[in-house]
């Protein structure tokens, strides 16, 4: 018995769409001013990060070369790598949740209503991840201070100085997250409570105006 490769396709196409459907990628919410205007500047910040991966790939290529073309290991370049890499991931979290672009895979949260889902991100957002980023902040700040007090810098023979540098940038990053999950919260009590008022509701392509 054989299978056309139409059929195998359509099959193949089935069982995509299948997987599909339990992926989501976004949850719709009405726009606030505030919360539009600092996802602008999120936004902003995540990609000018993000041309730090260019340089990234630039560096990587340059210790290549050097190591195995010229014989000359860098240990230097090496520790910019990861530096450079640690820094554009960082601050990148934000810009990730403002954009709702991580994939979320559950399935309960799929079948829900649109107002069900907005009370699972409300309690969400209050009760677990606005402790843990405020947590994180707290620890992070002296964490940083204290690096630049005693002039840390790195373990390895030509390591890069200024070590308070990359831990400075790691409380920064939970700090753009913070003002990012309170721009998602007022994206949320303004879906459930009409606080703060909505101006702009997007659903799909389709984009309305709340003159309410």
């Given at each position: 018995?054989?299978?056309?490769g139409?059929?195998?396709?359509?099959?193949?196409?089935?069982?995509?769409?299948?997987?599909?459907?339990?992926?989501?990628?976004?949850?719709?919410?009405p726009?606030?001013?505030?919360s539009?205007?600092?996802d602008?500047?999120?936004?902003?910040?995540?990609?000018?990060?993000?041309?730090?991966?260019?340089?990234?790939?630039?560096?990587?290529?340059?210790?290549?070369?050097?190591?195995?073309?010229?014989?000359?290991?860098?240990?230097?370049?090496?520790?910019?790598?990861?530096?450079?890499?640690?820094?554009?991931?960082?601050?990148?979290?934000?810009?990730?949740?403002?954009?709702?672009?991580?994939?979320?895979?559950?399935?309960?949260?799929?079948?829900?209503?649109?107002?069900?889902?907005?009370?699972?991100?409300?309690f969400?957002?209050?009760?677990?991840?606005?402790?843990?980023?405020?947590?994180?902040?707290?620890?992070?700040?002296?964490?940083?201070?204290?690096?630049?007090?005693?002039?840390?810098?790195?373990?390895?023979?030509?390591?890069?100085?200024?070590?308070?540098?990359?831990?400075?940038?790691?409380?920064?990053?939970?700090?753009?997250?913070?003002?990012?999950?309170?721009?998602?919260?007022?994206?949320?009590?303004?879906l459930?409570?009409?606080?703060?008022?909505?101006?702009?509701?997007?659903?799909?392509?389709?984009?309305?105006?709340?003159?309410?």
């Open positions: 018995m054989t299978v056309s139409k059929d195998s396709l359509h099959n193949e196409q089935t069982s995509v769409s299948d997987a599909d459907k339990y992926l989501h990628k976004h949850t719709e919410l726009t606030t001013w505030l539009q205007w600092v602008r500047v999120i936004s902003a910040i995540g990609k000018a990060a993000s041309w730090l991966w260019i340089v990234v790939t630039g560096v990587i290529i340059w210790a290549v070369v050097g190591r195995y073309i010229f014989g000359e290991g860098s240990v230097t370049l090496e520790e910019v790598q990861w530096h450079l890499a640690g820094t554009g991931w960082l601050l990148g979290l934000a810009y990730t949740l403002v954009v709702d672009d991580h994939v979320r895979v559950d399935v309960l949260h799929e079948r829900l209503s649109l107002r069900s889902q907005a009370w699972i991100e409300l969400g957002l209050l009760f677990l991840l606005l402790p843990f980023l405020v947590l994180a902040v707290h620890e992070m700040i002296p964490y940083a201070y204290a690096s630049w007090q005693q002039g840390e810098t790195s373990q390895a023979p030509a390591g890069l100085p200024h070590r308070w540098v990359l831990k400075s940038i790691v409380a920064l990053a939970f700090a753009l997250l913070i003002v990012a999950a309170l721009s998602r919260l007022l994206k949320v009590t303004a459930l409570f009409g606080f703060p008022k909505p101006i702009r509701v997007e659903s799909g392509n389709n984009k309305k105006e709340d003159a309410s």
